[in-house]
């Protein structure tokens, strides 16, 4: 809608009409300096809505502007929201509100103003308001009220209101457009902030559905296996998981220590909070205390600016410590402060920071070898050994194999758009008879490599990787006796049985197919607490 410029007028039309001539000179000389002021008021409206995104304290500066420096009585902004509902977001002048209500004197004429579109002008007591409805004035003034819409795109969304004094030598087209100009300032000003709300409130939107689907991802449910070992682990979590308590988590490379630590962040407190890892073996020494700990400017050659660590990075979450083992000396004596003492300071600075982070560490080294070569300090092991968990190698717990392979041929069918659905039980048994070095990251490369290699629904055994076609030919066949790993299938089976059945033998022997009496036996022969399964 385009802007038209209209007079509504109440008693009287509000024009400025000169009551006598002035001099050329004299009339010249005011237009300049009100010109030069005008431009002047320009530029300070524009600093004051560009200084902040906060919208009503900038169009209060910007009303300060228009009443200090044009000797206006009074000002307002009324903004309409989506609703159709007018609201009053800034004044400056008024000692009551009551025009200012939608079913006030300036309240009608604002919304007047908004449903148009147009310029409105009435004289100071115009649109029909009596005397009651007067507001008392800060200072004597025959001022009128010009109202001009406030315009995002075509539609308006406000009005600038404006009590104009009355002067004898005014042009009235000249302040109108000055305002119209202000307004359209302000226009943008809005446009700018609902733009960044909307964008605001989608990466809230975002960062929410993020945070959901990174809690369903490390979820409990998701480190896969049934064995007693993973069993042992899931109940470790669930114990440890809604505290603040330090947690060590010890295995081989490629167990899934990191998929634990996750676990642990996202079914904890801090769950909505930070979780940063750092990777102790990829940091050089001379780097590693700056990373985690930050830096000052000039606290050594290249620290040209102020760096924050890990620590600080991390505040109210988590920071998982991977390979902790690799630390050095120095920086473990730092490391053991803030586990102690809760606060540090950053490389080359004397402030002390608080340090309210959960440390979550991890290491596949030999702790207590460490200690005893004097590579790790004892105090240290202590403090972050508070709660361990200890993550199994693959190779023991080889009854979880065909989960987790049903796992992976899930995951990377979609990622790599493969029609393979499962596993043959010959290339099943190929796997089980493999030592598994690289643990499960292994398994998962393997079966990756296979589904490339496969043009069919199904992985066989020449889809694997030589090394696990043949046990024998691979140095892969099994370092237990038969009767061993018999025993130890079996042990698995009937505690896994027992643990559902809550300790009752009678319920776990129907579930695998045998009698109580059996049950009881293997029970006493491979010395199965059934108690600690009791509720």
């Not at 002021?37 to 600093?47: F, I, T, Y």
């Not at 008392?136 to 209101?161: D, E």
Request: with cysteine; glycine share 6%; aromatic share 4%.
């Amino acid at each position: 809608m385009n802007v038209e410029e209209t007079l509504v007028t109440g008693s009287a039309v509000a024009t400025t009409q000169p009551r006598g001539p002035l001099p050329a000179a004299s009339r010249s000389s005011r237009a300049s300096a009100l010109e030069l002021r005008r431009l002047s008021s320009l530029l300070d409206v524009s600093k004051a809505l560009a200084g902040t995104l906060q919208l009503r304290s900038a169009l209060c500066d910007v009303l300060d502007v228009l009443v200090r420096g044009h000797e206006a009585g009074r000002a307002f902004v009324m903004l309409r929201d989506d609703g159709r509902e007018d609201r009053l977001e800034a004044s400056d002048g008024f000692s009551r509100s009551d025009a200012l209500a939608p079913a006030g004197r300036y309240g009608r004429v604002a919304a007047q103003t908004i449903e148009s579109g147009r310029i409105a002008v009435t004289p100071s007591g115009g649109d029909g308001a009596t005397s009651g409805d007067r507001i008392a004035s800060p200072r004597p003034t025959s001022a009128g009220l010009t109202c001009v819409p406030i315009l995002c795109g075509r539609r308006a969304v406000g009005a600038l209101g404006v009590e104009v004094p009355w002067a004898p030598d005014a042009d009235p087209d000249r302040t109108l457009k000055f305002y119209r100009v202000v307004a359209s300032m302000i226009g943008q000003a809005i446009k700018i902030q609902r733009l960044v709300e909307d964008d605001r409130r989608r990466l809230q939107a975002e960062n929410s559905t993020l945070r959901q689907e990174l809690r369903d991802r490390y979820d409990f449910s998701n480190i896969i296996g049934s064995s007693r070992a993973v069993q042992n682990i899931y109940e470790q979590l669930a114990q440890v998981a809604a505290t603040n308590t330090t947690v060590l988590i010890r295995g081989e490379s490629g167990t899934g220590k990191e998929l634990i630590a996750h676990a642990i962040h996202y079914n904890s407190l801090r769950a909505n909070k930070p979780f940063v890892k750092v990777s102790c073996a990829a940091l050089p020494d001379t780097l590693i205390e700056s990373e985690l700990f930050g830096h000052e400017r000039g606290a050594f050659t290249d620290a040209v600016a102020r760096k924050k660590g890990r620590f600080e990075i991390a505040e109210g979450g988590t920071l998982f410590l991977d390979e902790i083992g690799e630390i050095n000396l120095s920086t473990q004596i730092k490391l053991l402060r803030v586990l102690q003492q809760r606060e540090f300071e950053r490389l080359g600075g004397t402030d002390t920071i608080k340090a309210n982070v959960r440390v979550i560490a991890a290491t596949n080294k030999d702790l207590e070898r460490a200690i005893a070569a004097g590579t790790f300090r004892e105090d240290l092991y202590y403090r972050l050994n508070v709660f361990a968990v200890v993550v199994p190698p693959l190779r023991e717990r080889k009854t979880d194999l065909p989960e987790l392979v049903a796992h992976f041929l899930e995951k990377l069918a979609r990622t790599l758009h493969k029609p393979v659905r499962r596993m043959s039980p010959q290339a099943i048994d190929a796997l089980m008879s493999y030592h598994w070095p690289g643990n499960i990251r292994e398994l998962e490369n393997v079966i990756e490599r296979a589904m490339l290699v496969c043009d069919g629904r199904v992985l066989h055994p020449h889809h694997l990787p030589p090394t696990l076609q043949t046990a024998e030919t691979s140095d892969t066949v099994a370092r237990a006796s038969l009767k061993n790993a018999v025993a130890t299938y079996e042990r698995e089976l009937i505690q896994d049985a027992i643990k559902t059945a809550r300790g009752n033998r009678a319920k776990a022997a129907r579930l695998l197919g045998t009698t109580e009496r059996i049950i009881t036996l293997r029970v006493k022969q491979l010395q199965i607490d059934c108690a600690r399964y009791r509720p």
